[in-house]
């Protein structure tokens, strides 16, 4: 079975400063991986995704994710944080079973900036 | 907007009380999701349905029935709710017709049991 670990529960930046998240994931095949970004109240919303080819991927709101196959990590980065990006963020893995697509998620890292 | 609206948002209840929680979509998908939220675990998926009467059980499914009897409603129904069952409840739907597709998250549903 699938797992996701995020190391970082907590995490606090200065607006500006670079950022990165670490995600590792455990899967048998090739993962299909997502970062989800969540604000306080709200819902989930899809940052960016890896399905397959070039391993760096590019996302919404300037982020950016690398695919690393042999430290099994996706690790998330913004070159320069804004302090809207305050949220929780999550890192999933994706597998194919007999009915459907299943997500895995990590345990979320909370971001916070400071000004 | 992938069209998710759940209902109600929030909810407080006592133990021992049965509680359904709908989910709605109004674009059409196959397949609907059941997750909860709780610190430090991320989403873990409760049931999960891929079409009309046709629904599974995901990781954490003790204590919850789901029902699909139309293609845009996914109910999540707590028999008898515990404390252990206060979480914050997300639906979501799989975009996309084939392949592995991201999925989509409704705006979540805040429930106490007390």
């Known amino acids: 079975a699938q797992s996701v670990t995020q190391p970082d529960i907590h995490i606090t930046v200065s607006e500006g400063a670079s950022l990165e998240l670490r995600c590792n994931y455990s899967y048998g095949a090739t993962p299909y991986l997502f970062w989800y970004v969540q604000s306080p109240g709200q819902g989930l919303q899809l940052l960016l995704k890896?399905?397959?080819?070039?391993?760096l991927v590019q996302g919404i709101k300037g982020f950016e994710a690398e695919f690393k196959r042999s430290q099994s990590s996706f690790n998330l980065r913004k070159p320069s944080v804004h302090w809207s990006d305050a949220a929780e963020y999550f890192c999933?893995?994706?597998?194919?079973?007999?009915?459907?697509?299943?997500?895995?998620f990590g345990g979320g890292t909370r971001l916070m900036v400071k000004p | 907007d992938a069209g998710i609206t759940q209902s109600p948002r929030h909810k407080v209840t006592e133990t021992g009380t049965p509680v359904t929680l709908r989910c709605h979509q109004t674009e059409n998908h196959r397949y609907m999701y059941w997750y909860r939220q709780d610190p430090g675990h991320g989403l873990r998926l409760i049931h999960y349905s891929y079409g009309v009467k046709d629904t599974d059980k995901g990781e954490v499914s003790d204590g919850y029935s789901v029902s699909r009897s139309k293609t845009e409603d996914f109910l999540l129904t707590l028999e008898s709710a515990t404390s252990s069952q206060t979480s914050v409840y997300f639906c979501?739907?799989?975009?996309?017709?084939?392949?592995?597709?991201?999925?989509?998250f409704g705006p979540g549903t805040r429930l106490t049991v007390l």
């Open positions: 999933a893995v994706g597998a194919f079973n007999n009915a459907g697509n299943m997500l895995t």
């Open positions: 979501a739907i799989r975009g996309g017709t084939a392949g592995f597709n991201e999925q989509f």
């Open positions: 890896y399905f397959s080819g070039d391993t």
